[in-house]
């Protein structure tokens, strides 16, 4: 029936002057056909008689519906207490203000050992196959009712690679899908690290670039000695991406070949000179970096990762430069050196190759988790988006710390402006004390400038109220108090900032009323 329909589509897009057609069909509907066919000539009019007719039959004329096998097994039942309510969920997923508190919801949700409303399950499965970074959080509260429903839709099923379902088939390893084959090679990372390097290895010439960097990605977790072998074949991987993935894994493990070769080439680029003698600090001279790169392009750097053409609008040099700054953690700088972080970035300020040696150690500093290079490139770095990846790195209460004295500052003072922005970095809710601390800036800044002044920082002041503690929310609101009256030209934020502590006040407190509850009824 499909094929009739197609046919006919296709002779109305490309015209019935090509041709006589005929079209038949079995049973009672090719009768009906073949007596419309022989009671009009006219080929268009048979065409659009024909066309009434099988669309009818095609929207009306189906059977029911069979299931080829038996019913699924029903749903395991859930220990868990399901939250009464999704107002909350609606009003998130409603208004665009509200949308960034969704991450807050659901891990609340989790914290609390409560489950999300039946009946947003649909919504929630929907939503996480559209936003994988939601997928784990929301996978994690949909409840046993939520597992059994996405094991229903082969368009949801996939999202069950992150589901805790316990110990995973190893025949999803030949049959499953991308994400499940993910999911098993993981699960055997954890219980048997040399065997998931094996398994890799046996299919590693069958997959895909892009799948051989996701697998490849696996042995991120507690890369080792046993791993070098296979990632050292990696380093001859057609992809220059895969190359490049395999000579980082390499650069964290000790006594590897790219991880000495890297060291053996920067200690050969980079030469180190202090100031010699009183007089020398008398004149005020300073350590000196000295950085001597080669003319040309050595092919057998790419034996560690190194890619020979730059970014656009980037130098050559400055590029292998970069590269191979970012396999060498940090730390041996100051090891050899003997200077701390702080001092070692002070010393190359307004050097030749600042930006790129900066960029260097950024990227190394990303690579190797290292937190007192991160902090020191934060305090030294003027761009509050060119680091956002560094304060991933440092503990929430490091992050608060860094921030607390320069917004205690005078709102045009150049460290509280940098110190402002960087709040949007700061994705954690804020401890009690940290968050007076912010609440006192927002008051300095509507106190001492204006809205026209301070455009840009819309922003960041909405994204303050998703992060503020809320149980401060009694203190700003009587804060903001003047602010809230039309006369206040910061009227319209700081009725937006206090919607949404309020909002998040209620919502926090519905969840813990349902934890409350749930413990009253005696669920665990």
């Known amino acids: 029936m499909i094929e009739l329909w197609n046919d006919l589509t296709r002779t109305a897009l490309l015209g019935t002057e090509r041709g006589t057609r005929t079209w038949d069909a079995p049973d009672a509907l090719g009768t009906l056909l073949s007596g419309l066919q022989a009671q009009e000539t006219d080929a268009p009019v048979q065409l659009l008689r024909c066309s009434a007719v099988v669309g009818n039959f095609v929207q009306a004329g189906r059977l029911p519906a069979r299931l080829a096998s038996a019913a699924p097994s029903p749903a395991a039942p859930d220990p868990r207490p399901a939250l009464g309510s999704a107002r909350h969920l609606r009003l998130l997923l409603q208004d665009d203000r509200l949308k960034t508190l969704l991450p807050e919801w659901l891990a609340l949700l989790a914290e609390h050992g409560l489950r999300a409303p039946e009946s947003s399950i649909p919504t929630l499965l929907g939503l996480a196959s559209r936003s994988p970074d939601l997928r784990r959080a929301i996978i994690a509260v949909i409840g046993a009712k939520g597992l059994w429903l996405a094991g229903q839709s082969p368009e949801w099923a996939p999202l069950l690679s992150v589901a805790d379902l316990g110990r995973l088939d190893a025949a999803l390893w030949e049959t499953g899908t991308p994400e499940q084959r993910l999911a098993y090679l993981a699960q055997t990372r954890r219980e048997a690290p040399a065997q998931a390097v094996e398994l890799l290895a046996a299919v590693w010439s069958q997959e895909g670039a892009r799948e051989r960097r996701k697998l490849l ?221 912010v609440r006192q800036a927002c008051l300095t800044l509507f106190r001492e400038q204006t809205p026209d002044a301070n455009y840009a920082r819309y922003a960041t002041l909405r994204q303050v109220a998703a992060h503020l503690d809320p149980g401060g929310y009694q203190a700003m609101e009587h804060d903001l108090g003047p602010h809230l009256q039309a006369s206040s030209p910061w009227q319209r934020i700081a009725t937006e900032m206090l919607d949404t502590l309020r909002f998040r006040n209620d919502m926090i407190q519905a969840i813990e009323s349902a934890r409350i509850e749930s413990n009253q009824r005696g669920t665990p």
């Open 217 to 437: 990605g696996v042995l991120s977790d507690a890369s080792g000695p046993a791993d070098v072998a296979f990632l050292e074949s990696a380093l001859a991987d057609r992809s220059k991406d895969v190359r490049g993935d395999a000579a980082g894994l390499l650069a964290r493990i000790p006594g590897s070949t790219v991880r000495t070769r890297a060291v053996e080439l920067l200690d050969g680029w980079l030469g180190f000179e202090s100031g010699t003698g009183l007089m020398g600090r008398l004149k005020g001279r300073k350590s000196e970096l000295s950085v001597t790169l080669p003319e040309d392009w050595d092919s057998a750097w790419t034996t560690i990762g190194i890619h020979e053409k730059p970014p656009k609008g980037m130098g050559r040099k400055a590029w292998w430069l970069e590269q191979l700054l970012g396999l060498v953690d940090p730390d041996h700088w100051v090891e050899r050196w003997q200077l701390s972080a702080p001092e070692i970035l002070r010393m190359v300020e307004g050097h030749a190759w600042q930006g790129t040696l900066l960029a260097g150690w950024r990227r190394a500093t990303r690579h190797f988790g290292n937190g007192a290079w991160a902090r020191a490139l934060i305090a030294g770095t003027v761009d509050a988006d060119a680091d956002a990846a560094l304060w991933a790195i440092l503990p929430p209460s490091e992050q608060e710390d860094v921030l607390t004295q320069p917004l205690a500052m005078p709102s045009t003072d150049e460290p509280f402006k940098r110190a402002f922005d960087r709040l949007g970095h700061l994705g954690h809710r804020w401890s009690p004390s940290f968050s007076s601390v």
